[in-house]
């Protein structure tokens, strides 16, 4: 699970396209809770933990907090992390 949060940290990083953070966000989740209540876990501890450092440090403000976690947990619980894909993201991604 950590390497499929990180995996989608550094796809995040990598596409640095604008308006795409909550669809990385859900893939993450989403890739890790695929491989069981392990994964799902290790995706809710780092989105947890992600989100307070965030929230507390960068200044982003808790709206943007409030949407990144409602974006981890769709993904978390299955949801399609399609659903946060902004128009014109590289297929690659």
């Given at each position: 699970g950590a390497k499929d949060m990180?995996?989608?940290y550094r796809d995040m990083r990598e596409?640095?396209?604008?308006g795409a953070?909550?669809?990385f966000h859900a893939r993450?989740?989403?890739?890790?809770?695929r491989r069981g209540p392990g994964g799902a876990w290790a995706a809710k501890v780092i989105s947890?933990?992600?989100?307070?450092?965030?929230?507390?440090?960068?200044?982003?403000?808790?709206?943007?907090?409030r949407a990144d976690q409602e974006a981890n947990k769709w993904g978390r619980n299955g949801g399609d992390p399609n659903r946060y894909r902004p128009a014109g993201l590289p297929a690659k991604y």
């Open positions: 990180y995996r989608a596409a640095n396209y604008v953070d909550k669809y993450g989740n989403y890739d890790a809770a947890d933990a992600r989100e307070n450092w965030q929230s507390g440090v960068s200044g982003r403000g808790a709206e943007d907090t």
